[in-house]
């Protein structure tokens, strides 16, 4: 597991309950793995709004991801609202797979792994 950039990073994942942190560190690995395929520069990891995000290094390549709690519990992944990121496919989502508005998936139990790539993939790209 690649280590955290910081320590106010790694005190945000430590500060999850035990099953969040483990969906939060599985979505942070597969936002890496996911990166690694994309030409997007090397991936920095930051807050935002107190939340993990996660930012292309190559400029006007894509937009960030951030790591979330939503207020139904699990774990979120969110984009900038004024993307149309989510609205690309939106309608291919398994139902058990939430949306919040135009920025976010939200995960229950289990995060899908197929999902969360797709909307890696589709953030990291966004403006290419």
Not at 16 to 27: G, I, V, Y
């Amino acid at each position: 597991m690649q280590d955290f950039s910081t320590q106010e990073i790694a005190a945000v994942f430590e500060g999850f309950d035990p099953d969040t942190r483990q969906q939060a560190l599985h979505l942070r690995k597969l936002i890496f793995a996911t990166a690694k395929h994309l030409v997007i520069g090397p991936v920095s990891e930051t807050l935002k709004w107190g939340q993990p995000s996660y930012v292309p290094g190559t400029p006007k390549t894509g937009t960030a991801v951030r790591l979330g709690l939503p207020k139904a519990g699990g774990i979120g992944m969110y984009v900038h609202c004024q993307t149309n990121i989510l609205n690309s496919f939106i309608d291919t989502l398994p139902r058990s797979v939430g949306v919040d508005g135009n920025r976010g998936i939200l995960f229950g139990d289990k995060v899908d792994d197929a999902v969360a790539t797709a909307m890696v993939r589709a953030a990291f790209t966004y403006y290419l």
